[in-house]
């Protein structure tokens, strides 16, 4: 029923007519107040702002995924720099997640590579002296040998570089543990898409099961050792618990890990790690194409389908 609904959502996403209708702005924008910060970067920065005077620090991410535009790839470098430019002048660590499909990497990899390396130098020149990180997210299966060799080469031309890696794939053992070696930055997620049982887990326990294991190598002594940096991004507070414990038994300090949720979910959860003293963050996405997006989120959570109901009404 969770599949099926999941499924639905996936679909209505990748509807052009329905983003165009929604998007449009004839149908309310409560849907997307709800999980982006605004249409720009500026709104992106201030919420950002907002949210580091409560503790809890940001990820700006320019929406816009699958692209198959040479002008909408362009158009995405541009905000992901301007964004990075913005931050640094606010004073704001910057952090910025980019996806490779949104940089040009589907149309030509050798352009997604470019603009890869343009946005990250953008994010290492920055003004500012704070921290600052380009994490680049993971897409689909057919993505995750060309993102990881993009991640190890822009970190070997020592780029602010990290990569996220998907608990539901087989292979992501074998790739954390290399990555563990480099002492590189990792962001562990689930996954957000589906794969056969030759390369992935199938069933949400065992997804599960997989994410708990990984948490434990990502927090263990010999991660800690090699310098790696751990990102647990997960809503699920039994997994977020399960690393808090890993992380006291191996020795490392609350500034050492850090934890990443989603902007608009369980917003009181983010909250609490903040007021325990965790490093919290939360990926904020900003800008205009908003539909796709915020539906996925609906997807995760049918309790969350009144608001699609409320959004489609127009209420
Ligand atoms: P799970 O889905 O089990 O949820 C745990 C709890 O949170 C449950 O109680 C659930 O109901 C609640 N919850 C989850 N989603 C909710 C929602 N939308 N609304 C309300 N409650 C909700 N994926 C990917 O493939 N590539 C990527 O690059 C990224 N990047 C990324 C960055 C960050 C910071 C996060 C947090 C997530 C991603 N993801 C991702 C998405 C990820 O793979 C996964 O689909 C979601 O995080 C949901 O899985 P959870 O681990 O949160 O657990």
Redesign the pocket.
């Known amino acids: 029923m969770r599949r099926a609904w999941q499924a639905g959502m996936i679909a209505l996403a990748r509807s052009p007519r329905a983003k165009r209708w929604i998007q449009s702005g004839r149908a309310t924008s409560g849907l997307a107040s709800r999980y982006v910060a605004g249409p720009d970067a500026e709104a992106g920065v201030a919420l950002a702002a907002a949210l580091l005077a409560r503790g809890i620090r940001s990820?700006l991410f320019y929406l816009g995924e699958y692209v198959d535009s040479p002008v909408l790839v362009a158009e995405n470098v541009a905000a992901k720099r301007e964004v990075a430019d913005l931050l640094g002048r606010a004073g704001i660590e910057i952090h910025v997640?980019v996806?490779p499909t949104q940089i040009g990497h589907s149309l030509d990899p050798a352009l997604g590579r470019r603009n890869a390396l343009a946005i990250a130098g953008a994010i290492a020149d920055a003004p500012g002296d704070g921290q600052r990180l380009m994490m680049i997210?993971?897409?689909d299966r057919s993505f995750v040998d060309a993102t990881i060799a993009l991640h190890d080469e822009l970190r070997g031309d020592g780029l602010p570089i990290g990569i996220?890696l998907?608990a539901?794939l087989r292979r992501t053992e074998a790739d954390l543990a290399a990555r563990i070696r480099q002492g590189a930055t990792v962001?562990l997620?689930?996954?957000?898409?589906a794969a056969g049982a030759d390369a992935a887990f199938t069933t949400?326990a065992e997804i599960?099961a997989n994410?708990r294991r990984l948490i434990g190598l990502m927090l263990s002594r010999a991660a800690r050792d090699a310098g790696f940096r751990p990102?647990i991004?997960?809503?699920?507070?039994r997994?977020q618990d399960h690393a808090i414990a890993q992380a006291e038994a191996a020795g490392w300090g609350k500034d050492e890990y850090e934890f990443?949720?989603?902007y608009?979910?369980?917003g009181a959860l983010a909250e609490q790690r903040a007021r325990e003293g965790h490093r919290m963050?939360?990926?904020l996405p900003f800008g205009r194409d908003w539909w796709p997006y915020a539906v996925r989120?609906?997807?995760?959570?049918p309790?969350?389908a009144w608001l699609l109901a409320r959004s489609l009404a127009g209420g």
């Not at 997620?189 to 898409?193: E, Q, S």
């Not at 991004?233 to 507070?237: G, L, R």
């Not at 989120?297 to 959570?301: H, Y």
Request: proline residues 0%.
């Open positions: 990820s997640s996806d997210d993971m897409e996220t998907q539901y962001r997620v689930k996954g957000a898409f949400q599960k994410h990102v991004a997960t809503h699920d507070d997994l990443e949720m989603l608009g979910v369980r963050r939360l990926y989120r609906i997807g995760e959570n309790r969350n």
